[in-house]
């Protein structure tokens, strides 16, 4: 069982993934060595981590699909396997209903979005069906969810300052080689980081505050099993009247429960994923979407069996974090 200081600092961490740890120890009455201790023991051991992730504004600069896939029972491992390889395909997990296995795909562009789609599946085995959605529009993802464990005063003080967006510009090899970086260790400092990437930590800080401040990306604290106290993850595939649509993206993106709230183009037009501690709290969502959005059909529910690949950190039976493949969510000269 992880404590719940330790939730506490998680918590901290999602709301300001790269705070200083002094801001951290001051909000919660702690030396910024504790702070420190504590967190490593926490990312030695797996059950947390910091990565990069797709920002609020990635969708004007990177392009996005989930993907639903039915396999052949006896060569599914062989198929995890070698999705949970493949950069572009961030989480994978094994899910209930008509449905075995729910991907999320990352791409810098829409031809290489278009590459992976059309070209990758024929060459995975055991695959006997496919069911790809683009995304259109965000209104809500997982990097925004919040355990909630830190009162609402302590959290206010751990939000992150504004930080003025940066004018247009093309990431370089140099922000592609921090991201990798940052994706090995969302903690490391400015001199570990300017140090791999052979520049000083001034420019590591400039340079990474800079596309952070773009909002192109963002950056995540996510957590194994242990930590979630029993949250279960489903995902509802959703048909909504276009006059509703993103009126109840929005209700949804609203819910401390929601982890992911999009607007996607394919058989269904909305998809929700959401962390409960019973099931049939989705029972009470659906008859809320049928009073909000008469004429509105679920046309899938799949409940979360084990998750394999997270935001491109490989996860062990526990949901630690044991490897980690980066994204690729910005290419250079993109």
């Excluded at 999320?104 to 959605?133: K, Q």
């Excluded at 773009?214 to 009247?241: F, H, K, W």
Aim: aromatic share 6%; hydrophobic share 40%; glycine share 6%.
């Amino acid at each position: 069982m992880i404590s719940e200081l330790d939730l506490e600092i998680v918590n901290a961490l999602q709301i300001n993934p790269r705070a200083d740890w002094s801001r951290i120890g001051d909000v919660l009455e702690l030396s910024a060595p504790t702070v420190v201790r504590r967190w490593s023991s926490l990312a030695e051991q797996g059950l947390a981590w910091i990565t990069p992730a797709p920002g609020p504004r990635y969708l004007s600069a990177g392009w996005s699909a989930f993907i639903n896939l039915q396999s052949t029972p006896a060569e599914q491992d062989a198929l995890i396997q070698r999705l949970c390889a493949e950069p572009a395909f961030g989480t994978v997990s094994l899910v209930s209903g008509q449905h075995d296995l729910f991907v999320d795909c990352f791409a810098s562009t829409h031809e290489d979005l278009m590459a992976i789609v059309t070209g990758s599946f024929a060459e995975l085995p055991g695959v006997t069906r496919r069911e790809v959605v683009f995304v259109t529009e965000l209104y809500r993802q997982a990097s925004d969810w919040r355990s909630g464990t830190l009162e609402p005063a302590r959290a206010r003080l751990m939000a992150k300052p504004p930080i003025p967006s940066p004018p247009a510009y093309s990431p370089d090899r140099l922000d592609a080689a921090l991201l990798e970086e940052l994706a090995k260790d969302g903690r490391a400092s400015w001199a570990e980081l300017g140090a791999a990437c052979g520049v000083s930590p001034q420019t590591a800080r400039r340079r990474v505050e800079r596309f952070l401040g773009a909002g192109y990306i963002t950056m995540r604290c996510d957590t194994s099993a242990a930590a979630q106290r029993g949250l279960r993850e489903v995902t509802l595939s959703l048909n909504v009247p276009a006059t509703h649509v993103d009126s109840i993206g929005q209700y949804f993106a609203a819910l401390p429960s929601c982890r992911v709230s999009a607007q996607v183009l394919g058989p269904h037009n909305l998809l929700v994923t959401l962390w409960v501690r019973n099931y049939l709290e989705v029972q009470a969502h659906e008859r809320e979407l049928a009073a909000r959005a008469p004429g509105s059909t679920v046309l899938s529910r799949q409940a979360v069996v084990r998750t394999y690949k997270r935001l491109g950190h490989l996860l062990d039976k526990d949901g630690r974090t044991v490897d980690v493949v980066p994204l690729p969510l910005w290419r250079e000269g993109h």
